[in-house]
């Protein structure tokens, strides 16, 4: 059974760092792209960043391109969302996916999803 576990969430002031983990297991993911992907509410998920398991390629939304960063461990089968310089439009609840098909940029292209850590960055 394939499971996506998110830690690292919590209630930050804005200017301050988070670091998020999703913890892998159940398949190998050697050729899935790895994603967060955020929902704040009213909203629609939308895209963070992506790391891809094999090569480590990586892709930003232009929001948080500069301040947030994507990694991932393959030894742990972890994968780690750093994010820096914080700002109240970052609060969202945040969701690992893993997905091996197109361009990694839409939620639809991902098979498996975790069940959401929560960001409150406050002003």
């Known amino acids: 059974q394939v499971q996506l576990v998110e830690s690292g969430g919590g209630l930050v002031q804005a200017g301050g760092s988070l670091r998020l983990s999703c913890a892998a297991s159940g398949r190998t993911f050697s050729n899935y792209v790895m994603g967060w992907f955020r929902q704040a509410p009213g909203k629609e998920r939308e895209f963070v960043a992506l790391?891809?398991?094999?090569?480590?390629?990586?892709r930003y939304a232009d929001s948080v391109k500069g301040r947030f960063t994507i990694s991932r461990d393959s030894a742990k089968n972890t994968v780690y969302l750093q994010m820096n310089s914080l700002k109240p439009e970052d609060t969202a609840v945040y969701y690992c996916?893993?997905?091996?098909?197109?361009?990694?940029?839409?939620?639809?292209?991902?098979?498996?999803w975790g069940q959401g850590t929560q960001v409150t960055v406050s002003s």
């Open positions: 996916a893993a997905g091996n098909r197109g361009t990694g940029l839409a939620p639809y292209e991902y098979e498996y």
């Open positions: 790391v891809t398991w094999s090569g480590g390629s990586t």
